[in-house]
């Protein structure tokens, strides 16, 4: 058995759930005797290496469970992606304070950030329990079902667009939503989940799991407008050509990258502004609005999943019991055994380390602009209970008297 102390981070993009698994280890780990010690690290790995370290064990327990009710990382995040060598001194460190268990919180990065520690504490010798608990908004860890984090992002995202789609049937004209999801569409899909009426939007849904083409789009954007009179659409950030070039990089005279590199998609507003002075320049319609969710999906307070909530708590609970009563490394996985319940496994590092899972394709639709009612199937348990709904007028027309038909 593992025993003695215990250092817990979190890293990556805050969710609305996180703190529920930082609760779940806490909580989880004062309950055995040869835990003597809970440590969190503050702001990720970055905190380790700096040493900037809290002791949890101290926090009472009422504190904690207010804590897991809240959104984002209490104990901060940090989007360094640490290489071998920074992992070393990511290992110094846990030596030095002679933590027997290591908890990391976070998406891919995370769990290969794990798997290289692991295996620096296993070539010294050195006795190191490493267990990844998944969290991510994007829905993207391979070998789970979903991930702790997503549910509650979808229920927000499909209460939006079901507003949105309100607005524009009361104002038509066309509203393009921008969600976040650099590779995996599930974010954007679940856009899907807030219609109600044949006629209601999001009409077209664009995910990276698809080439997007522009012309095409256009085309689409007309005859759905020409069909119902306005038109919603939900576009994934991550959306590319042929040759994988991000469509907001193609549009935008400017590109902004971000410390890895990559193009920054999330909070600029571009592609929304780029997509509607697409449709309003070669297609004529007058009312074009566009919105970028941005970071809104992933802490928004009261937009909760009480599925999300108890499985992260879950999640941080089981990587305790995997740590105690294993003899293993490993990163929690989610797993679905019935409609609907779940049980936990403990996958290989090398699993799931530094892997992306995308949409499957029995989750999209064959035109690429919708989802098919596998994935509604799939989706709709994990928004939990108490969606909001949307209900319309049945109107009974007045005949009219100045203006009748007849155009007398």
Partial sequence: MASGKILVAQGGGPTAVINQSLAGVVLEARRFRDCSR????????RGIVNEDLVDLTRETSNNLEQVAATPSSALGSTRDKPDVAYCAEIFKVLQAHEI????????????????IVSEQAQAAGYPLRCIHIPKTIDNDLVGNDHTPGFPSAARFVAQAFAGANLDNAALPGVYVGVVMGRHAGFLTAAAALGKKFPDDGPHLIYLPERVFSLDQFLQDVKATYARYGRCVIAVSEGIHDASGTPIASLLAKEVERDAHGNVQLSGTGALADLLCDEIKGKLGIKRVRGDTFG?????????????????????GEKAVQFAMWGERDGSVAIKRTGFYSVDYELLPLSAVAGKTRVMEDEFISASGTDVTDAFRMYLRPLLGAGMPDAYRLRPAPVEKILKRTTGT
């Avoid at 809970?38 to 790995?45: D, E, K």
């Avoid at 027997?100 to 798997?115: A, E, H, K, L, M």
């Fill in 38 to 45: 809970v440590y969190g690290a503050l702001h990720g790995v």
């Fill in 295 to 315: 970071y809104l999906q992933r802490s928004f307070i009261g937009c909760v999943s009480d599925v999300d909530q108890r499985e992260a708590r879950e999640v």
């Fill in 100 to 115: 027997g268990q290591f908890y990391y919180i976070g998406g891919n990065d995370s769990s290969d950030t794990v798997r």
